[in-house]
């Protein structure tokens, strides 16, 4: 079983760090670093699996390109 911290569990949100090509920026390193020393566990935000679906222009993405 796993053991958390506590039982705050951080939910998804879209935060719109990302310049357009869908990868991770230094704010999104921040928000998330902040948070992870009093969550139990973060559940990252959704990401985009091809770039004609995004939902947003700024949103992260797992797309080969």
Known sequence: MLQLQNNFILAPMKLGYA????????????????????????????????????ELPTQLGIDPD
């Open 19 to 54: 310049k357009g090509d869908g990868k991770i920026t230094q704010k999104h390193i921040d928000f998330y670093s902040i948070r992870a020393k009093n969550i139990g566990a973060v559940t990252y935000e959704p990401l985009y699996m091809d770039s004609g679906l995004r």
